[in-house]
């Protein structure tokens, strides 16, 4: 058990032939106490800032572990975030094509039915023609004819 002050000032002594001096001795145990009571008041206020100081580090050791932590995630999340940000492009980009091979469906469809529509006019086109024609020289002919016949006549 470690010594106190109070052990120190009530230390007796015996007294022998031709002992110590009793006033140096009492002086210096007063001396003796008063480093060893600032000895454990200092140690005692180490212990406290040692204790204080232990509090701090744990929260500080918390506070990186948080901090790693929050890192991992914000790395997880930017990772995700890019992840999905691809998924979305490459979805837009099959969306856009879609979109256009239906643009050139739509636009070859027209296409043919307009060739067909011209090849359409162009046989109606010769048909009527061919009518008009076929009109102008019947009636071509029953000109001839009764001018024809009017010359006989006359």
Same mark, same amino acid.
């Given at each position: 058990?470690? !010594?106190?002050?109070?052990? =120190?000032?009530?230390?007796?002594? %015996?007294?022998?032939?031709?002992?110590?001096?009793?006033?140096?001795?009492?002086?210096? !145990?007063?001396?003796?106490?008063?480093?060893?009571?600032?000895?454990?008041?200092?140690?005692?206020?180490?212990?406290?800032?040692? $204790?204080?100081?232990?509090?701090?580090?744990?929260?500080?050791? %918390?506070?990186?572990?948080?901090?790693?932590?929050? !890192?991992?995630?914000?790395?997880?999340?930017?990772?995700?975030? %890019?992840?999905?940000?691809? /998924?979305?492009?490459?979805? =837009?980009?099959?969306?856009?094509?879609?979109?256009?091979?239906? =643009?050139?469906? /739509?636009?070859? $469809?027209?296409?043919?039915?307009?060739?067909?529509?011209?090849?359409?006019?162009?046989?109606?086109?010769? /048909?009527?023609?061919?009518?008009? %024609?076929?009109?102008?020289? $019947?009636? !071509?002919?029953?000109?001839?004819?009764?001018?024809?016949?009017?010359?006989?006549?006359?």
């Amino acid at each position: 058990m470690p !010594l106190t002050p109070l052990d =120190i000032v009530n230390k007796e002594f %015996k007294h022998g032939f031709r002992g110590y001096n009793e006033d140096d001795v009492n002086e210096f !145990l007063d001396e003796v106490v008063r480093d060893y009571e600032a000895l454990i008041k200092e140690n005692d206020e180490l212990k406290e800032n040692t $204790s204080g100081m232990t509090e701090r580090l744990e929260q500080y050791r %918390k506070l990186e572990a948080t901090l790693q932590n929050t !890192l991992v995630v914000a790395q997880q999340t930017a990772e995700e975030v %890019k992840v999905a940000a691809r /998924k979305e492009a490459e979805l =837009i980009v099959r969306e856009a094509e879609a979109k256009a091979e239906e =643009i050139v469906r /739509k636009a070859e $469809s027209r296409a043919r039915e307009t060739e067909t529509q011209l090849t359409q006019l162009r046989y109606e086109t010769e /048909k009527f023609r061919a009518q008009v %024609k076929s009109l102008l020289e $019947s009636q !071509l002919r029953l000109v001839e004819t009764s001018l024809v016949q009017a010359t006989v006549e006359t």
